[in-house]
């Protein structure tokens, strides 16, 4: 499988962006040539110089440190939320194959009635009631996310229950909840991952899209949404105050994306040949 993947240009492309940008994630301090949250106000708008390689904003404020500062909280957010969506997920869409007929049907029902309303709107509406902040935007991503990971697992789920090897598994004696855990999900687990890796491009940008709305973490921190949002008031001056936050924001999505599209289709390929 490794194999197959350094061999597909896509899939390099996508794991070269994406560990770059978690590598950023991680030696933040280390790489960030200033405190992304210091104000110097006599800095306002200064041009790129060696310390400061893309300037300063409104405040003063090192956009290069912030920008790498924004690789940070941007996966700190979205990771907790995709490893929540996919215990969710796991749980909830074996359940449903293996619960028998009368569960399956209910959360058949409750997973379209979540999947009829807008994820955004969902979220938005969720933390104009509980109010920002990390815990509250995890919370409402997940509350709209939720029933999409669950009829995903579900979908590979009731693939997998038709094959032979479950058949087997059955007759054989075996237990629902060692059935699952077993033969189940360890099956599933390749396909659930490449859902894994484009469900953080969709977390990212609701995440980007909550702070630009001024729903997201607090104010002044480093996030690449909020750097959009302060931006915004500067777009006639400073267009490039726009551009770097939004660069960050597309290349980031679109690296899990191809990566995880790319392992699809040899996972795809592969099953064709066998």
């Known amino acids: 499988m490794a194999i197959r993947i350094l061999k597909n240009p896509q899939a390099v492309i996508g794991l070269v962006i994406t560990l770059f940008v978690l590598s950023v994630a991680v030696f933040a301090p280390i790489l960030a040539p200033n405190d992304p949250e210091q104000v110097n106000i006599m800095l306002k708008f200064g ?18 440190s912030r ?10 957010v979205s990771l907790p939320i995709l490893i929540i969506l996919s215990a969710i997920g796991l749980f909830l869409g074996t359940l449903s194959v293996c619960g028998g007929k009368r569960i399956n049907a209910i959360l058949d029902y409750i997973c379209n009635t979540f999947i009829a309303l807008p994820q955004l709107m969902v979220g938005i509406a969720l933390i104009g009631m509980l109010g920002s902040g990390f815990v509250n935007i995890v919370i409402a991503i997940v509350i709209g996310m939720w029933a999409w990971f669950t009829k995903m ?27 699952v855990f077993k033969h189940l999900i360890p099956n599933i687990l390749p396909q659930f991952l490449v859902f894994f890796s484009t469900g953080i491009a969709t977390s990212i940008l609701m995440v980007s899209i909550f702070a630009f709305l001024g729903l997201g973490l607090p104010a002044g921190t480093p996030e690449w949404g909020a750097m959009l949002k302060d931006a915004s008031t500067h777009i006639y ?18 690296g899990f994306v191809l990566f995880g599209e790319a392992v699809r289709d040899i996972l795809m390929s592969g099953e064709d040949a066998l």
């Open 67 to 76: 920008l790498i500062y924004g690789a940070r909280y941007s996966m700190a």
């Open 237 to 254: 001056n400073h267009p490039e105050m726009l551009v770097y936050p939004g660069v960050c924001i597309l290349v980031t999505s679109a």
């Open 153 to 179: 697992v579900r979908a590979y789920s009731q693939v997998e229950m038709g094959k032979d090897y479950i058949l087997a598994a059955r007759i054989s004696g075996c237990g629902k909840m060692k059935l």
């Open 47 to 64: 041009s790129p110089s060696e310390q400061y390689p893309f300037g300063n904003d409104a405040l003063g404020r090192c956009i290069f």
